[in-house]
């Protein structure tokens, strides 16, 4: 059974600063991986994906790196602003070729001005 | 086209009573997805279409849970004689799959704003 993690749960930085959000899964037989970004209360704005062929995408300040080998991927956002401020969160499909995801928790993102 | 929208936005409904979303999807978009997020937690898979075929349901839609897309367009997720357990946000999204079956063929999944219900 697929599961995923994000750590940190929470993050709180000043702005400008570099950071990393981390997700883990326990199966790396996957076929791809989906950044997305939610506002409280809000639906999720994807982000980046990440096919399994890939070893990471970028969109402006953020970029996305997979390993598949060790389950992992990371989110490094540069520059951040207050802007950011959301919860981030990964997601790998369910089976081969659908987005039926398992989702992480996700990790709250909180840039102080 | 401005993404896929969902409606309504918020429903409060007392407990036993029947409540009915609608999700419309980009409409060139042929994959359909319905999941529900509780406070606090990411959201949890419920059941897809690839246009009016529905694929998949998790065994977290109960009998009293139905999903339906009758033209492959528009879906609507009914549950009934609701609990307060199902108090969620419910979310559509959706992708295109080309018609060779590839990972590489599935486009990213975009999210509507989702319905949040809340039994009383």
């Known amino acids: 059974k697929q599961e995923v993690t994000q750590i940190p749960a929470a993050l709180s930085v000043p702005e400008g600063e570099n950071l990393v959000l981390n997700c883990s899964f326990t199966d790396s037989a996957i076929y791809n991986l989906q950044w997305f970004r939610q506002d409280p209360g809000k639906g999720l704005t994807s982000l980046l994906l990440?096919?399994?062929?890939?070893r990471e995408q970028t969109s402006g300040r953020l970029n996305a790196s997979l390993d598949k080998s060790s389950g992992r991927s990371t989110l490094y956002i540069a520059a951040s602003q207050p802007g950011d401020s959301a919860t981030y969160l990964c997601?790998?499909?369910?089976?081969?070729?659908?987005?039926?995801?398992?989702f992480g928790p996700g990790t709250r993102l909180s840039v102080l001005p | 086209d401005t993404g896929v929208s969902q409606d309504p936005r918020h429903k409060i409904t007392k407990r036993g009573q029947n409540v009915t979303f609608r999700c419309d999807p980009i409409s060139e978009h042929n994959r359909l997805y319905w999941y529900r997020q509780t406070l606090g937690q990411g959201p949890e898979f419920l059941t897809y279409?690839?246009?009016?075929?529905?694929?998949?349901k998790s065994r977290l839609l109960s009998d009293r849970f139905s999903a339906e897309r009758p033209k492959g367009s528009f879906s609507t997720l009914e549950i009934q004689r609701t609990e307060q357990g199902d108090s969620a946000m419910y979310l559509c999204?959706?992708?295109?799959?080309?018609?060779?079956?590839?990972?590489?063929?599935?486009?990213?999944?975009?999210f509507g704003q989702g319905t949040r219900l809340t039994v009383v």
């Open positions: 279409f690839q246009n009016e075929a529905q694929l998949e």
């Open positions: 999204a959706s992708s295109f799959m080309g018609r060779i079956e590839t990972p590489s063929a599935v486009t990213e999944a975009f």
């Open positions: 990440i096919q399994s062929s890939q």
């Open positions: 997601a790998v499909p369910l089976d081969n070729y659908g987005q039926n995801f398992v």
